[in-house]
């Protein structure tokens, strides 16, 4: 089975600050991997996703992500924060295209400082 | 737009009453997951239906009932509802039986139990 912890329910950072939020991952089998991000009052909006291939992945709004296999793990970064990151991040994990699992993360929250 | 669409996007009711939220996947999908986000459970999964047959089943309370139509839009049904049940209430949608290339969330129903 599947399993993700975050580390940090809540981050905080100064704008133009680097953004790293951290995932680890528990699979038995080659995991794919996914990052939500929920702004406020709205749904879970795909950032990126690591599937097979490259393990530096990069998504939308400048975040990218890297699959680390002997870490497990799959930090979410971005070089300079805006105020517009500010949001709720989950990390997701499943059991590949035809598993029967997908499992989220508890969620960081992220906080941009002025 | 992400092309799941939720109705409606508030509702607010009193204890005990019955309510029904409704979902319409994004076009092509036939996977249909219905979450719960609270403060203190974070997101829950509750249950999934593909092409209109019930597929897995989370943390879904016997008051709550689920279905997808042919037409393969989703309803949620909570009945007896209580204080507790008060939260954002999420669907998502997938190509295929099992999710493993990710979700896409619809902007969710805020449901208020007073």
């Known amino acids: 089975a599947q399993s993700v912890t975050q580390l940090g329910s809540h981050v905080s950072v100064s704008e133009g600050a680097l953004v790293l939020l951290r995932c680890n991952y528990s699979?038995?089998?080659?995991?794919?991997l996914f990052w939500y991000v929920q702004y406020p009052n709205q749904g879970l909006q795909l950032l990126l996703k690591?599937?097979?291939?490259?393990?530096l992945v990069k998504g939308i709004n400048g975040f990218e992500a890297e699959f680390k296999k002997s870490e497990t793990s799959f930090h979410l970064t971005k070089p300079s924060a805006h105020m517009s990151d500010a949001a709720e991040y989950f990390c997701?994990?499943?059991?590949?295209?035809?598993?029967?699992?997908?499992?989220f993360g508890p969620g960081t929250r992220l906080s941009v400082l002025p | 737009d992400s092309g799941v669409t939720q109705t409606p996007k508030h509702l607010i009711t009193a204890t005990g009453q019955r309510v029904t939220l409704r979902c319409s996947p994004r076009?092509?999908?036939?996977?249909v997951y219905w979450y719960q986000q609270s403060l203190d459970q974070g997101l829950q999964f509750l249950i999934q239906?593909?092409?209109?047959?019930?597929?897995a089943k989370g943390n879904i309370l016997e008051r709550f009932s689920a279905q997808q139509f042919p037409d393969l839009h989703s309803e949620l049904n909570l009945s007896s509802l209580e204080l507790g049940d008060s939260a954002l209430y999420f669907c998502?949608?997938?190509?295929?039986?099992?999710?493993?290339?990710?979700?896409?969330f619809g902007s969710g129903t805020r449901l208020t139990v007073v």
């Open positions: 998502a949608s997938s190509v295929g039986r099992r999710g493993g290339y990710g979700y896409t």
């Open positions: 699979s038995s089998v080659p995991p794919y």
């Open positions: 690591y599937t097979t291939g490259a393990t």
């Open positions: 997701a994990v499943s059991d590949g295209e035809y598993g029967q699992n997908f499992v």
């Open positions: 076009s092509g999908d036939l996977s």
């Open positions: 239906y593909y092409n209109g047959e019930e597929r």
